[in-house]
Nanobody
C-alpha cells in the first residue's frame, strides 16, 4: 500500500495562495486515483478534489471549483493541490488519499496521509 505524507500547509491571509504537496512512497503511486479531503474543527471530513491515474479526469467540490487545482506528477510520485483566493472557511486539516476509482466519497479511499493544517485568517 502506498504511504502518503502531506506538506505545504500554513497560516495565510484571505485572498492568498498556497500549494499543498503529497509525497507517496512505493512503486504503485501511478495506479492510484488521488484525492484531497479536508476536515475543519467540529465538522466531518469533506471531499475537495480528485485526479485520475494519468493526467486527465478531475473532480472538485463546488466550494473550491475555480479556486483550487489538483495535479500529479507520476515520476515524482507527488500530488499537488494549488489553492488560490483562499477564504477563512477553507481553514481545515487537509489530507491526501489514494483510491482505486475516481470517486468523491472518502469511503472509497484506502490510503491516507496524516494531514497538514491550513489556516486562513480574515
Amino acid at each position: 500500500q502506498v504511504q502518503l505524507v502531506e506538506s505545504g500547509g500554513g497560516l495565510v491571509q484571505a485572498g492568498d495562495s498556497l500549494r499543498l504537496s503529497c509525497a507517496a512512497s512505493g512503486r504503485t503511486f501511478s495506479t492510484y486515483v488521488m484525492g484531497w479531503f479536508r476536515q475543519a474543527p467540529g465538522k466531518e471530513r469533506e471531499f475537495v478534489a480528485a485526479i485520475s491515474r494519468s493526467v486527465g479526469a478531475t473532480r472538485y467540490a463546488d466550494s473550491v471549483k475555480g479556486r483550487f487545482t489538483i495535479s500529479r506528477d507520476n515520476v515524482q510520485n507527488t500530488v499537488y493541490l494549488q489553492m488560490f483566493s483562499l477564504k477563512p472557511e477553507d481553514t481545515a486539516v487537509y489530507y491526501c488519499a489514494g483510491a482505486r476509482t475516481l470517486m468523491t466519497s472518502a469511503s472509497y479511499y484506502d490510503a491516507w496521509g496524516r494531514g497538514t493544517q491550513v489556516t486562513v485568517s480574515s
